[in-house]
């Protein structure tokens, strides 16, 4: 499959989706589609970064060897379609114990920007969250942010998952 060509041509899930299985099939074409979330072209980036989000629901684990190249993608500042494919698998995916920390302060980057957009806040909630799982003591670092984004209604979604997630974080502390 000419993974470019792909990612160039269609903007939508059942392609994105078709990707995905093929990167589970032929998993030497994963490290591509990290390379294209960092592409010159702003379309190969989008779809690269939803690839990331198919991949996860097809294999829980077969992202997990990738996480320095995420977090090295990350601070590059990618497009948002990269960042939200990337917070989206975080809700899944075992997080590796060397990048806890800069991920958790990504996300907390990400909650903190009223720029930023919405599925990356609500997906990154659930990957801080489940940081704070492991390290209870950063649930009160989190919590502020949460609770100013559920306060400020930015969207129902945010809302919805932002409440649910202070109910875990509360019972944490």
């Not at 494919?85 to 990048?99: K, T």
Request: net charge neutral; glycine share 4%.
């Amino acid at each position: 499959m000419d993974l470019k060509k792909h990612l160039r041509d269609r903007n939508l899930k059942w392609n994105w989706d078709a990707i995905a299985k093929y990167c589970i099939e032929n998993p030497a074409s994963i490290a591509k589609i990290l390379d294209y979330c960092t592409d010159e072209e702003i379309i190969i980036q989008q779809n690269a970064g939803a690839v990331l989000g198919k991949l996860i629901d097809h294999d829980k684990q077969v992202l997990y060897p990738y996480q320095q190249r995420f977090i090295a993608i990350l601070s590059q500042n990618p497009h948002d379609a990269v960042k939200r494919g990337m917070m989206r698998v975080y809700q899944w995916l075992a997080i590796d114990e060397e990048i806890e920390g800069e991920l958790f302060n990504y996300i907390i980057k990400y909650l903190a920007n009223p720029e930023e957009a919405i599925a990356i806040k609500a997906f990154g909630m659930t990957a801080a969250r489940r940081i704070c799982e492991k390290y209870p003591e950063l649930a009160n670092e989190l919590l502020p942010y949460i609770e100013t984004l559920v306060e400020q209604k930015v969207s129902a979604g945010v809302t919805n998952r932002g409440k649910k997630e202070m109910k875990i974080l509360n019972a944490l502390i």
